[in-house]
């Protein structure tokens, strides 16, 4: 299994109080150390993004505005997500950790990938850094995927709703995008009425979950939902937006979910689509402790072999949004 991270990443410094700040990756390093793996897996440095790729998703004009923007020394681009001068740089290479990484699997040279990266991407529409996230990593993965000619199921199971995935692909039938999130929660978006536009309705797919909801409802979501969706449309590659934020011990949100539920949604996920054509992006995950125990399951997953750090949930509510769900799509 492949790992991608890079000293950028690091360089990004949101400050101390920041919730998205450096030690993430630390407490990733430590979850791939517990996860036990070994040899298994295997690191690399990813390049950076090109502005041609980029624009796949990003306009020039918003791409050159943050350069500049960094270059100047930075600031805020919103409350939320302050940026320095280094963090250009993290953006490219956080974005660009997708690209190389399929290109390695096409290669062969792993049967999955994880991009344990940062800044994280789901919030980052195609002209607006947002929520913490710059470019969206994933949305540009997918939007090459797709311009090449595959089918691509994203899954985003990060407690925020991933608006910035969401309107990347809302008018397009060549990525089939699913969000479980908490709800109402920042950003405001992810409603049940939110099902894409034009020749992309119906390949948008939201859970409004609400707090407490616990990884049976997740589990039910993914079962009778997801997996049926996943069969008629067939999809080629499965990309994950793996925030670890609705953990129970997560300090900005009120979901229930375990490092064991993450195990489970990332097996049964990642089965959606042939070895060598799944991948993983890092997104949100403010427990330091809990993104540990999360990055290890997560990773046991992908490579096929389990870690459970804690033990699944279950008792939680949700299950009336499953079933509005599945009415809403010809499930039931």
Not at 261 to 268: S, W
Request: glycine share 12%.
């Amino acid at each position: 299994m492949l790992v991608a991270t890079h000293p950028a990443c690091l360089e990004h410094n949101t400050g101390e109080s920041h919730p998205e700040r450096p030690g993430r990756l630390a407490a990733v390093g430590k979850g791939i150390e517990t996860a036990g793996l070994g040899e298994a897996i295997v690191g690399f440095e990813p390049r950076q993004a090109s502005h041609a790729e980029l624009s796949r998703v990003h306009p020039a004009e918003y791409v050159e505005a943050l350069e500049r923007f960094c270059a100047a020394g930075g600031g805020n681009l919103d409350p939320d997500t302050p940026v320095v001068p280094a963090s250009f740089e993290a953006a490219l290479r956080a974005a660009g950790s997708g690209l190389e990484a399929i290109e390695r699997l096409q290669r062969g040279e792993g049967d999955a990938a994880f991009c344990a990266v940062r800044p994280p991407g789901h919030h980052a529409t195609p002209t607006r850094g947002m929520g913490f996230c710059l470019f969206n990593n994933l949305a540009v993965a997918a939007a090459t995927l797709a311009e090449a000619g595959e089918r691509v199921l994203v899954v985003d199971y990060d407690a925020h709703h991933g608006n910035g995935t969401q309107d990347a692909f809302y008018e397009d039938p060549r990525v089939l995008f699913v969000s479980l999130h908490q709800y109402p929660l920042y950003p405001g978006t992810g409603s049940l009425q939110e099902r894409g536009r034009g020749d992309g309705l119906g390949t948008t797919v939201n859970f409004p979950l609400p707090a407490g909801a616990t990884g049976d409802v997740y589990r039910r979501a993914v079962d009778e939902v997801v997996v049926p969706l996943a069969e008629q449309w067939k999809p080629t590659w499965v990309l994950l937006s793996a925030g670890f934020d609705g953990h129970r011990d997560d300090p900005i949100t009120e979901l229930g979910l375990t490092a064991g539920d993450y195990a489970d949604l990332t097996r049964e996920v990642m089965a959606l689509a042939p070895a060598g054509h799944r991948l993983v992006f890092l997104e949100g995950g403010y427990d330091l402790w809990a993104v540990v125990h999360s990055t290890a399951a997560c990773l046991g997953a992908l490579a096929g072999t389990p870690v459970r750090p804690e033990p699944s949930t279950s008792g939680g509510p949700g299950g009336e949004v499953v079933d509005a769900v599945a009415r809403l799509y010809g499930l039931r």
